[in-house]
């Protein structure tokens, strides 16, 4: 069975107790593992308005992260591109590539990535992007990547030549990011990479993977389909100590799908210490859609998904909880559920 090359996706979870800064330290941390451990890539998704989540700018933290590694890949998963204007993203991954040429990619999605009040705010400028010109946009966005930059003509017939940088020599890798037959279809269309969201928990992932490989139109960057799959893993040196690291992500996933007040997480004391019947069914049922797991037995759970579902990578987002006396500025768990899979796995 062939070992899938393994990724990293971080939405920067701030717990009880903990800064903005530490989060973002411990992510910092965290991709530091990831480089040494020779993972390919790690991306940064675009959340707003969350108690526990710390993402809100993925060009933001891709930058900080391309500057505290070396080899690693670093960019966005995703971008949600109906909140910003085209030129402003294409700007932002050209100067990424420009801080860390070749190590940059740019996965783009279509949903808000927030509340309907948090949308309306983040457009409230007028800045963002039609979401009905969301395939035109992407490709406005690879043509202003591109060293060539793109064009247009103005009112009075004049062509109008705009790049997002000058002299580039290099470009982001594209990707569109989805859980639906639409993010699917357009991808193959467009001759770009695929990922699908299978971390929320979403259905239809062989439907879309299907769409995506049946229709997929070959372009020069990318000749053969490529494939990416989300999982939420949480790995422990034993199977039960995953589970209790597990609580304190799955309860917030709970909170979340049923509509109670998001909180910063709990540490793994906290929501032991507080039982909640529906809570806790909620949490359960969220969690038996993860990868939650002694090392070997979940190595083995990642190689079997990512070859029945034929995906060329796994990108891991690592939902380990903290114990209260773990460093505020580091994340323990994550850091060990990444290390115990890429061992347990033989290479990354």
Known sequence: MTIPALSLL??????TGQTSAQAVAASLQLARVADELGMRRVWYAEHHNMPSVASTSPPVLAAAAAMATTRIRVGSGGVMLPNHAPLTVAEQFA???AIAPGRIDLGIGRAPGSDP???????SSGVG?????????????ISLLSADGASLRLTSGQEYRVTSTPAATSAPQVWLLGSSDYSARLAARLGLPYVFANH?????????????????ESSEAHPVPVTMLTMNVVVAETAEEAQRRALPQARG???????????AMETIEAAVAAPDAELDAAAAAVAAQWIVDAPEAAAARIRTLATAH?????????????????????????EATLQLLVEALGTA
């Open 10 to 15: 971080d939405l920067v979870p701030v717990r």
């Open 95 to 97: 100067a990424l590539e």
């Open 117 to 123: 009040v948090i949308t309306a705010l983040l457009r």
């Open 129 to 141: 992007s039609d979401v009905d010109r969301f395939p035109d946009h992407i490709i406005d966005i």
């Open 200 to 216: 929320f928990g979403a259905p239809g992932l062989e439907r879309a993977l299907e769409h995506y490989r049946s229709a997929y």
């Open 253 to 263: 996933f709970a909170r979340l799908r049923s509509g109670r007040p998001l909180l």
């Open 310 to 334: 034929g995906v060329d990578e796994v990108m891991l987002s690592p939902s380990s909880g903290s114990y209260a006396d773990e460093p505020l500025d580091a994340s323990p768990g994550r």
